[in-house]
């Protein structure tokens, strides 16, 4: 049987059209535009796309991007810092090509129906130009590229700064940086530094990637090992005690909190460093007190959020874990605190590129009722294992890379 974990459904969920809806739009019909639809800039010899917010009069006027004083300050003071020259260097684009004319004529933020709309012309110009790094710059930018890469909403930029993603879907690295604009004004009233360091960071960022991410990219269904057979089960475990090597582990539940009642562990996954990755059901005695030995070892154990698996190890399984090694989530607040940066989804994707994955999860692991039970007896048991198998191997492989940027702070 194979589950929702094909390649397909581990993308992201692109647009499938690559005309903008500009019928639904229709910025592009507003009175005294002298550039509707503008079209991309620069010749792009270092392949770098700049991606902005929207033209603004100026741009209008000119039709190109990035022609307005924040752009000019961003090519003067801060590109040729770096020996880059924006339009020879880089394309240039926004996520809405149309000026967005405010009632008395002057630049308004974009909608988030006119970014929607102009989406898939950010999609058809990446799928063209097939750049190596993509910088995208303002919130509506953000807004526009993360759900081509990852899901629906991106957030605020700050949760995005300082990070260069190896995005599988297009195999280009991603970055974002504030808008331009925001580090003229700062500068104008004498509060650049700040500001500046980061537009500074985020181009160096760019600039060392010479080349893509990828010469194929990666695999991590493959990786995971499913395990049915009890004895199996058992085996595998203790071979994981007896190489000692630090483990990642993961168990799917039936709820949140391990004292409500039902509560249970349905499955688990194991995945050792430098070794294989395994998930497995826990509905067996035997596997259970398997698992249990593994939990009081020696044996370095890896988690994201781990007073989860802690509390439910108490709770349910009547021990608590021994020799608590990593945990993803903690790190990933030391290393950038904003809100919303520390799941081991989020640090997925940015660190290693992985696209949403557990979409059709998600909704039967989220508890409903009274009893506060979710419904993953509705999941079949193949797409449970599978995705609680990526959770630990994802939280191990993301681990060792945190652990690399402690070493080099």
């Known amino acids: 049987m194979q589950g929702f974990f094909s390649s397909a459904k581990t993308k992201s969920d692109i647009p499938v059209g690559t005309t903008a ?170 509060q650049q530094g700040l500001y500046e360091i980061f537009l500074h960071n985020e181009i160096k960022e760019v600039l060392k990637k010479q080349d893509r991410p990828y010469t194929k990219i990666p695999n991590y269904r493959k990786d995971v090992k499913l395990v049915y057979d009890t004895s199996d089960i058992c085996q595998l475990i203790q071979k994981t005690i007896k190489v000692g090597r630090p483990t990642a582990w993961d168990i799917e539940t039936n709820c949140l909190k391990p004292e409500t009642p039902g509560a249970d562990i349905y499955s688990c996954s194991l995945s050792q460093l430098k070794g294989p990755t395994f998930a497995f059901p826990t509905t067996s005695p035997v596997v259970r007190k398997a698992l249990v030995k593994f939990l009081r070892s020696p044996v370095k154990k890896i988690a994201s959020n781990l007073k989860f698996e802690d509390r439910w190890s108490r709770s349910i399984l009547q021990t608590p874990v021994r020799a608590w090694w990593w945990d993803t989530m903690l790190a990933a607040h030391v290393i950038n605190g904003n809100r919303g940066a520390c799941s081991i989804k989020f640090l997925s994707f940015v660190y290693l590129g992985v696209p949403i994955y557990n979409k059709s999860v998600d909704d039967l692991l989220r508890a409903t009722g009274e009893n506060g039970l979710n419904r993953i007896m509705d999941i079949p048991m193949e797409d449970l294992l599978v995705y609680n198998g990526l959770d630990s191997l994802l939280e191990r492989d993301v681990s060792m890379l945190q652990r690399a940027q402690f070493r080099k702070a």
Request: include cysteine; proline fraction near 6%.
């Open 21 to 190: 809806f500009c019928g639904r739009c229709q910025l592009h019909k507003q009175k005294g535009l002298k550039h509707p639809k503008m079209k991309v800039a620069g010749k792009g010899r270092r392949r770098i796309l700049i991606v902005g917010d929207a033209p603004d009069s100026v741009e209008d006027i000119k039709g190109v991007p990035f022609k307005e004083p924040a752009g000019k300050y961003f090519d003067d003071e801060i590109l040729s810092d770096h020996g880059i020259d924006l339009y020879k260097d880089c394309w240039v684009t926004t996520a809405v090509r149309c000026f967005p004319k405010s009632s008395k004529g002057k630049y308004r933020e974009p909608t988030s129906a006119e970014i929607e709309c102009c989406r898939p012309h950010l999609l058809q110009t990446i799928r063209k130009l097939k750049p190596i790094a993509i910088l995208a710059m303002g919130i509506k930018s953000v807004g526009s590229l993360v759900p081509l890469i990852w899901k629906s909403s991106g957030g605020n930029v700050s949760r995005w700064r300082g990070w260069c993603i190896p995005s599988h879907t297009f195999n280009t690295w991603v970055s974002f940086s504030i808008h331009p604009l925001a580090a003229k004004i700062a500068r104008e009233k004498k």
